[in-house]
């Protein structure tokens, strides 16, 4: 038998369940994945939530595993059983001891990566793939404003933007949070709300501001980010951690200096295969290089995803966390 993480309507954390499931088969272009470690999203409580809605319920949860190969569909090429393979897009389902992938989704894992570790790493390491090196490339030395710099993409963010010779300031929501940006590359940090974060990057800044704030933050944060741009700067708003920006005056932009702001996903960069390998390949380079490692904080048995998702909404979690089968 197989079992999962599943719930049959929004709300809380207390809505997840932990079921027993037959061992799914299997289709055409698919492959049938054995699940060794699983990573942990803040978009996973939006899913759970309702404010990304899923096409039915009950539902699965999950977008981020590792694991090995058990079986193939009808028509899949270039993979054979047990190989180890990752991957973070496509349909959800990875809360689960077993799960079918469509086959287009799936990256063999390099020798040099265990399953925890591309667990932790793939959809975050390919989000700050695409923020830094699609949506704004700043350049060497350049300032650049990060929310959540301690958290698991925002750890990620500091090692790169370090390896791109890029001054990123993480906001923080604590001294222990802001050591951790820091000892993981970040030039500055800001512990914000305590310190007023647009002062702090004028101050850093020397008065000219930043040109692209990295914003994962949403309803909170939103005309924070904007005081904090120089004239003509981006606002990357690439996440919902306070709730989602709504009833926005296009006018601000325009009163606080011509600014631009974007929203973008990473399903949208990787719905290519070659989107997806382009992202991955730069990636895993970066691992092989030496210039960044994923930091693992916490790790709960995939039947308390519950108690996951607690934490991890009620800020008590560092870099990356998994949920293990």
């Given at each position: 038998m197989n079992h999962r993480i599943e719930f049959s309507h929004n709300g809380g954390p207390d809505v997840l369940r932990w079921v027993e499931c037959p061992v799914p088969a299997p289709g055409p272009g698919e492959l049938l994945i054995r699940q060794r470690a699983i990573g942990l999203n803040f978009v996973d409580t939006y899913v759970r939530s309702g404010l990304y809605p899923v096409a039915a319920l009950p539902a699965c949860l999950g977008s981020e595993a590792a694991g090995t190969v058990q079986a193939l569909g009808a028509g899949v090429e270039g993979y054979a059983v047990g190989d180890r393979v990752a991957y973070a897009d496509g349909p959800p389902g990875a809360y689960a001891e077993l799960r079918t992938l469509p086959a287009r989704h799936a990256l063999r894992l390099p020798d040099a990566i265990d399953f925890e570790t591309a667990a932790a790493l793939l959809l975050k390491g390919l989000t700050v793939q695409y923020l830094l090196q699609r949506t704004y490339r700043p350049r060497r030395d350049e300032i650049v404003l990060w929310y959540a710099a301690a958290g698991g993409v925002g750890l990620l963010a500091c090692q790169w933007a370090q390896a791109l010779?890029?001054?990123?300031?993480?906001?923080?929501?604590?001294?222990?949070?802001?050591?951790?940006?820091?000892?993981?590359?970040?030039?500055?940090?800001?512990?914000?709300?305590?310190?007023?974060?647009?002062?702090?990057?004028?101050?850093?800044?020397?008065?000219?501001?930043?040109?692209?704030?990295?914003?994962?933050?949403?309803?909170?944060?939103?005309?924070?980010?904007?005081?904090?741009?120089?004239?003509?700067?981006?606002?990357?708003?690439?996440?919902?951690?306070?709730?989602?920006?709504?009833?926005?005056?296009?006018?601000?932009?325009?009163?606080?200096?011509?600014?631009?702001?974007?929203?973008?996903?990473?399903?949208?960069?990787?719905?290519?295969?070659?989107?997806?390998?382009?992202?991955?390949?730069?990636?895993?380079?970066?691992?092989?290089?030496?210039?960044?490692?994923?930091?693992?904080?916490?790790?709960?048995?995939?039947?308390?995803?519950?108690?996951?998702?607690?934490?991890?909404?009620?800020?008590?979690?560092?870099?990356?966390?998994?949920?293990?089968?």
């Open positions: 010779g890029v001054r990123l300031i993480g906001v923080v929501g604590s001294d222990a949070k802001a050591a951790q940006a820091r000892a993981a590359g970040a030039w500055a940090t800001v512990v914000w709300p305590r310190e007023n974060l647009p002062a702090r990057v004028c101050e850093l800044s020397q008065g000219a501001m930043v040109k692209v704030v990295y914003d994962s933050v949403g309803r909170d944060s939103f005309e924070t980010s904007l005081d904090c741009l120089a004239p003509f700067g981006l606002l990357v708003s690439f996440g919902n951690a306070s709730g989602p920006v709504t009833g926005v005056d296009l006018g601000i932009l325009a009163r606080k200096g011509s600014l631009y702001v974007t929203r973008p996903t990473l399903h949208t960069h990787v719905a290519t295969r070659a989107g997806l390998e382009q992202g991955a390949a730069a990636l895993f380079a970066q691992i092989a290089s030496g210039a960044m490692r994923v930091h693992i904080g916490q790790r709960w048995p995939l039947a308390e995803a519950a108690a996951a998702h607690r934490a991890l909404e009620a800020r008590q979690t560092t870099g990356a966390s998994l949920l293990l089968p």
